[in-house]
């Protein structure tokens, strides 16, 4: 089925949440289930209600309802990658939060409205070769959660890394702004600013939640983003949890901004 792209409805920024009854295809760490944060998203979606045997059940089938039921085209569905430490092996004591590339990449074969957006800690010891295997396996955008995965976007290390994306047409989404749904290296990994180096390579960026940060949090990276927006064409923002009480004041924000800002502004629900 062919569309007019001008008229494609699409959330470019959703999640599959494993709960770890299958560690290889997803976990969240003990910790991570038992936060407050967690038992509130539980409690509010209904999950448990869900047909399945099992939590990881119950949310794929949520998903897989929801996507037969919306509205939308097509949603952008994202991976996690694990925290690695400074010699690229993994640190699965640190990752709190894992969906593997190839569980996203399997569920986008069972719905054609699934876009897989794997993710790519650049500091994995094979971090290129990860680029070119989900390429070929047909992604075509890619993850990197600065503050869960201990990622500081402007290391002189990942010039390789961002130039084989830009290389290759892959998109690169960054989280920016700061995080609360779990555990997290480092908060100051969220300012836009630190995009600067990827940008530089050419590529197309996203600054996932366009550097904003809830009411009460120390900073607020959303003036960033903004001087990011107007210093690079090739900088993009998604409204992911920009919706939500906590970060509401910066939607109308972002609404008063000029159009070569707001036309770089992609929907995203997170």
Known sequence: MHHDSSSLSVDAHTHIICWGENPADG??????????ITKMLIRLSGIRREKGDTMSEK?????????????LDYVVLFAQDAVYRDDGTIDLAQTHFFVSNDYVLHLATRSDKIIPCCSINPLRQD???????VWDAGCRIVKIHTAIQGVSPDLVAFDPFYKHAADMGMVLVFHTGYEHSCKVISQKFTDPAKLQRALDHGGTIIAAHCGTCAFFDRE???PHFIEMMNRNDNLYGDTAVMAVFVRLAACKRLSLESESITSRIIHGSD
């Open 27 to 36: 976990f969240l760490s003990p910790s991570t289930q038992k936060s407050l």
């Open 127 to 133: 971090a290129l070769q990860e680029l070119d295997r």
């Open 220 to 222: 607020n990276y959303y």
């Open 59 to 71: 949310l794929l089938n949520r998903l897989f309802h929801d996507l037969e039921t919306t509205q």
